[in-house]
């Protein structure tokens, strides 16, 4: 079947504007994950929905960051009044099984965010 | 958060050569994972490691969980050109998941 799709592929806004990024999952997947890929880095963890369970916020940097999921389908993640440290790949991935840290992952292609 | 120490950050290799890259950590790790990443692709699982001293090969990949489970290493033998792209090592445990910075690695042919 399809794998973890996201939208846009590439993105460019200006300094202080909101962006809106998308993430369709595996069919079938309950869990989903958000990570932010700086140039040169490696992958940081932002936030994981489970089914219906309350989200981990736990690795969103700040508030200006917020992600929304409804019940095991497609998840937004939105960044208000953007910066330029926020210019990254952001990532998502998806699993069948439940917990943060299962290894069994599937990540999209990812959303190249450019803040200019 | 810090991030796993991974070396090298770019390895340019000959086809047919054997390469080794690792990761390090101050902090025990009760899993290790290594990633490939191919341009404009997400991440990849090549291997999962899941003991301390665990060796696995998948092909011509060989990783190995460290005794002291602070460490790993990846091997890929005889590379061939389609080897190319940012390998990353993640080690998780009870509290946390962590990525290395990744290895990018180039074949000549």
């Given at each position: 079947g399809?794998g973890v ?5 590439n993105k460019?806004t200006?300094k202080?504007?909101d962006?809106?990024l998308?993430?369709?999952p595996?069919?079938?997947h309950?869990?989903?994950y ?6 040169g880095?490696g992958?940081?963890f ?5 089914g219906?369970?309350a ?6 940097p700040s508030?200006?960051?917020?992600a929304?999921r ?5 998840s937004t993640?939105t960044?208000?009044?953007t910066?330029q440290?926020d210019?990254a790949?952001?990532?998502c991935?998806?699993?069948t099984?439940t917990g943060?840290?299962?290894?069994e992952?599937?990540?999209?292609p990812g959303t190249?965010?450019t803040?200019l | 958060?810090?991030q796993l120490?991974q ?8 086809e ?5 890259m ?5 902090s025990i ?5 290594w990633?490939k990443q191919?341009?404009?692709?997400g991440?990849?699982l090549l291997?999962?490691l899941?003991?301390?001293?665990e060796l696995?090969?998948?092909?011509r990949?060989t990783a190995q969980?460290?005794?002291t ?11 061939i050109p389609?080897?190319?792209g940012?390998y990353?090592?993640?080690g ?6 962590r ?11």
């Open positions: 399809a799709s996201q939208s846009p592929s460019v200006e202080g504007k962006v809106e998308r993430c369709d595996i069919s079938g309950t869990a989903l958000w990570y932010r890929q700086r140039l880095q992958l940081e932002l936030i994981y929905f489970q219906n369970s989200p981990d916020k736990s690795g969103l508030d200006r960051f917020s929304e409804t019940g095991e389908s497609v993640l960044i208000q009044r910066q440290e210019s790949v952001y990532l991935a998806s699993s099984r943060r840290l299962v290894s992952q599937f990540f999209g190249r965010l803040v | 958060g810090q120490n070396s090298p950050q770019s390895m340019f290799i000959q047919g050569e054997d390469v080794s690792n990761c390090t950590s101050s790790f009760n899993t290790w994972l990633y191919d341009p404009g692709e991440p990849v291997i999962a899941y003991k301390a001293g696995t090969s998948n092909g990949l969980f460290g005794i489970r602070k460490d790993s290493f990846l091997n890929i033998s005889a590379s389609s080897d190319v940012i990353f090592c993640a998780t445990n009870n509290n946390d998941m990525f290395g910075a990744g290895t990018r690695l180039t074949v000549k042919p």
